[in-house]
């Protein structure tokens, strides 16, 4: 795909990788460059920096998950900046985990906005691309949607799923003139993994190193654009040699982050000692009552 004088549409822009991806799009020389995310203060931050480079630029602060809200941003959008030939699905949220202290609302989240936002964004870009019989779309999976990594179980499926669904809309929309194509970071230095325990030997890389790559990845006609030597290596042992990547996976899995550190075990044992001390205390004054007033009732 040229993408001199094209108009791209880019979800999770404010920060991370779209971001990244938006700037390094405007260095190439694209037309327009629409950013979605829900933080306004930081799209319009972006927006400046891409408005300097002399790209248009346009920006849309909606929720994902809102469908309706999102529905009516882009029939807006179709009007008013004509045909978007590339959309970047790239918004995302993940959370790490023991499967077994997940929290509901965490994995509703992670499947609203990694699968079902995206799924309806798509489909409303999509259905006008196939009238334009032209586009590209580019789904932002994961080298988690190839190689599942434990503590991170709801991602992980959510990744996989944006692989069979870029696959399945990969041969479905090619009648259309739509490609279709999936990005796989591996671990990438953003604000969505400051607070993870990271597994033993992955050396995260740039956002902008994600971005050049994507960029070199939309020339060439390939499925899945994999980013660094890291991702080609796991994808590669998955394929030809399982049971090293599940030695490897065992030895460089952290623990589940809200396992309990011994401090915080030993600070946990004594509240619960303290607690049954008070309750001792009561249970021996109401003992002691009862029996002041069995020798009291004797006495009469
Ligand atoms: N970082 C990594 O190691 C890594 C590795 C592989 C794949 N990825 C994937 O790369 C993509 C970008 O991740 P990142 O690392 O750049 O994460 P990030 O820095 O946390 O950025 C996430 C982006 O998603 C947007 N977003 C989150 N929830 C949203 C919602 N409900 N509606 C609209 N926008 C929403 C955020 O914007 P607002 O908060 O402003 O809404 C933000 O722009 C994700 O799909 C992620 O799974 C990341």
Known sequence: MKIQGKVALITGASRGIGRAIALELAQQGIKRIILMARDRQKLAEVATEIEAMGTEVSILAVDLTQTIEVNIAVAQLWRNYGPIHLLVNCAGVAYQNSFLESKLPQVQEEISVNLLGMYNLTSLIARRMASQRQGTIVNVSSLMGKVAAPTMATYSATKFAILGFTQALRRELAEYNIQVKALLPSLTDTDMVRDFKLF??????????????????????????????????????????????EQVLNIATPSAPTKQQPHELLRELTQKLSWLTKFHRVSDLFLSRNTVSLVSARKT
């Open 200 to 245: 033993r030997w992955v050396i995260p890389t740039t956002p902008e190193k994600v971005a050049q790559t994507f960029v070199a990845g939309l020339q060439r006609d390939s499925p899945e654009i994999l980013v660094g030597w890291q991702s080609h290596l796991a994808v590669w042992c998955q394929r030809f040699a399982p049971w090293l990547l």
